[in-house]
């Protein structure tokens, strides 16, 4: 099933000059970039994005990391995307990322993660939405 999913590179990810590596692994695995924007996020934008974390103990940090440079948002289509862009993504704890994965093979870190891909065809749909109307 064609699905479209929202991916995006985070401040250390374009920091670290990774824009082209991450965007490549995406599309070799063909998927396409239909939509693409650098952006620093505000605040808001940032708490909008991530609003299920509020109230947890590193929701702060989340924000503050997140905020911190510019980051590349991505609308993202191909053959079961949510579920592909995840498992390219790589798992969010450092101790369950392959190699291979994105997260895997550039970050050891818990919250320096360098990518954010949707979890869910719910989430997809709302983060889009924020991003790409
Ligand atoms: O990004 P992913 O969907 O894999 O993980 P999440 O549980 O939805 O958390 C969103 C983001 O919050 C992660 O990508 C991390 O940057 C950060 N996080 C954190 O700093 N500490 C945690 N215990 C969990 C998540
Ligand atoms: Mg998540």
Redesign the pocket.
């Known amino acids: 099933m064609i699905e479209e999913t929202f991916v995006m590179i985070k401040p250390d990810g374009v920091k670290r000059g990774l824009i082209g590596e991450i965007i490549s692994r995406f599309e070799r695995k063909l998927m396409s970039i239909t939509e693409l924007r650098m952006l620093t996020l505000t605040r808001e934008l940032a708490e909008e994005l991530?609003a299920e974390?509020k109230g947890?103990d590193?929701f702060e940090?989340?924000i503050n990391?997140s905020i911190s440079g510019p980051v590349v948002v991505m609308k993202i289509v191909g053959e079961n995307a949510i579920m592909n862009c995840r498992i390219l993504?790589g798992?969010?704890y450092p101790e369950k990322r392959v190699p291979g994965s994105i997260r895997g093979d550039f970050s050891p870190y818990?919250?320096?993660?360098v990518v954010?891909a949707s979890?869910s065809k719910e989430d997809a749909e709302r983060e889009l939405r924020i991003f790409f109307g």
């Open positions: 991530y974390h947890r590193y940090k989340l990391y993504v798992d969010t818990l919250t320096e993660n954010h979890s």
